[in-house]
């Protein structure tokens, strides 16, 4: 079993919805991840959180919005977005401060845009 | 562009032979590589790392090797199991947080 969860595990949305992605992870880990993956494609960083501060925002669009409410909890807020937009959304976390250390990842979001 | 890359997009490998995985890179700031395990369905799975100051890590059956004046790195399987099945995704950082991530390999082992 991972040890970061996201849910939902799939998500419908018009282009008009508001919703949310949530991930959890109880690891003491404090920095965590957003990740977007396509059809054959790698995952791409979106944005990264390090003790509940944004530190890293890869030039993502409004339409995405993240939230770290605390050391445990991460969240990702999704308003008008687009059919493009669909794609496989993963949760990430890693130790901070202690050098170099992987991603530990979750089993993802699936969202699908009509 | 994308700074790592991951050229064979498939291998097939027998039972018990060695797989082979490479990945190449461009940005000579990474300092961190990974590689990661993928099953349909599920998230990526760590499976092995190596800092720029070494140019070997084991970890049973899973050796990574390291070529920094090539920028390639590559991952050995051995003895290669059915259940190694996957698609396997190679990825390098640096300032500890930003991971950038190969296209992924499928490796398919027969029985």
């Known amino acids: 079993d991972t040890e970061v969860t996201q849910t939902p595990k799939h998500l419908v949305m018009g282009m008009t919805n508001k919703k949310s992605l949530k991930c959890e992870q109880h690891m003491g880990h404090r920095a965590m991840y957003w990740y977007k993956q396509k059809a054959k494609k790698p995952p791409e960083l979106m944005f990264v959180?390090?003790?509940?501060?944004?530190?890293i925002n890869e030039s993502v669009p409004s339409r995405f919005s993240p939230e770290c409410p605390n050391s445990s909890l991460l969240n990702l807020h999704l308003h008008a977005l687009q059919p493009e937009d669909s794609a496989l959304y993963l949760c990430a976390s890693s130790q901070e401060g202690q050098g170099s250390s992987p991603l530990h990842f979750g089993n993802g979001t699936r969202l699908t845009v009509t | 562009d994308q700074q790592v890359k991951q050229n064979s997009p498939s291998l097939s490998v027998q039972e018990g032979r060695i797989s082979i995985l490479n990945c190449d890179y461009t940005?000579?700031?990474?300092?961190?590589f990974l590689w990661y395990k993928k099953y349909p369905a599920e998230g990526p799975t760590f499976l092995i790392s190596i800092s720029s100051i070494k140019d070997k890590n084991e970890d049973g059956r899973f050796t990574v090797f390291l070529n920094k004046s090539a920028k390639h790195l590559s991952l050995h399987i051995v003895p290669s199991q059915p259940g190694d099945s996957a698609v396997y995704f190679c990825a390098a950082g640096y300032n500890f947080n930003k991971f950038y991530f190969g296209s992924g390999t499928k490796l398919n082992v027969k029985p």
């Open positions: 940005n000579s700031m990474f300092d961190y």
């Open positions: 959180y390090s003790y509940e501060k944004l530190s």
